[in-house]
């Protein structure tokens, strides 16, 4: 949580902002294996991280993946928004913005926050058990879009 104080001493408790993205090529997925260190570490996960203060939503996504993976991004798109306060296995209450994306050229390396990148089939996706977060969720909701072609963003 964010401790806030407001212009007329107001006090908050407010919620970070990330966005988790859902990265495809040639109908495959590129999952990131979290680093150790990190909350839900040494499992699979969407790229992707926290808002940063000066940059938009869409920034944080071309950030996030370039600095998780290497590949810059292109035609992001919105798929939903994840709100529920009680996300699974998360330390801090977070509001995150869930995109999908296509996977341009591959310009860098990735950072110290994963250990290794995959290309994934959908049809050979890791379980659930082993993937981070509520990653799973969102992948299994990107692939009945897909299927359904439904209006996006879905937000519930």
């Given at each position: 949580?964010?401790?806030?104080?407001?212009?007329d001493?107001?006090?908050?408790?407010?919620?970070?902002?990330?966005?988790d993205?859902?990265?495809?090529?040639n109908?495959?997925?590129?999952l990131v294996?979290?680093?150790?260190?990190l909350?839900?570490?040494?499992?699979?996960g969407?790229a992707?991280?926290?808002?940063?203060?000066?940059?938009?939503?869409?920034?944080?996504?071309?950030?996030?993946?370039?600095?998780?993976?290497?590949?810059r991004?292109?035609?992001?798109?919105?798929?939903t928004?994840?709100?529920?306060?009680?996300?699974?296995?998360?330390?801090?209450?977070n509001?995150?913005?869930?995109?999908?994306?296509e996977?341009?050229?591959k310009?860098?390396?990735?950072?110290?926050?994963?250990?290794e990148?995959?290309?994934?089939?959908?049809?050979?996706?890791?379980?659930e058990?082993?993937?981070?977060?509520d990653?799973y969720?969102?992948?299994?909701?990107?692939?009945?879009?897909?299927?359904?072609?439904?209006?996006?963003?879905?937000?519930?």
């Amino acid at each position: 949580m964010i401790n806030c104080i407001f212009e007329d001493d107001g006090k908050a408790l407010l919620r970070h902002v990330c966005v988790d993205v859902l990265v495809v090529k040639n109908d495959e997925l590129l999952l990131v294996k979290r680093a150790n260190k990190l909350l839900e570490g040494d499992k699979w996960g969407l790229a992707g991280g926290f808002v940063d203060r000066d940059e938009t939503a869409k920034q944080a996504v071309e950030r996030e993946v370039f600095e998780e993976t290497g590949y810059r991004v292109e035609n992001i798109k919105l798929l939903t928004i994840r709100d529920n306060p009680d996300r699974p296995h998360e330390d801090r209450q977070n509001i995150a913005f869930v995109f999908f994306c296509e996977a341009k050229e591959k310009e860098g390396e990735p950072d110290s926050e994963s250990t290794e990148q995959k290309w994934f089939s959908f049809d050979k996706i890791p379980e659930e058990n082993i993937v981070a977060f509520d990653h799973y969720e969102n992948i299994k909701l990107y692939l009945e879009y897909k299927k359904e072609n439904f209006n996006i963003p879905i937000l519930k």
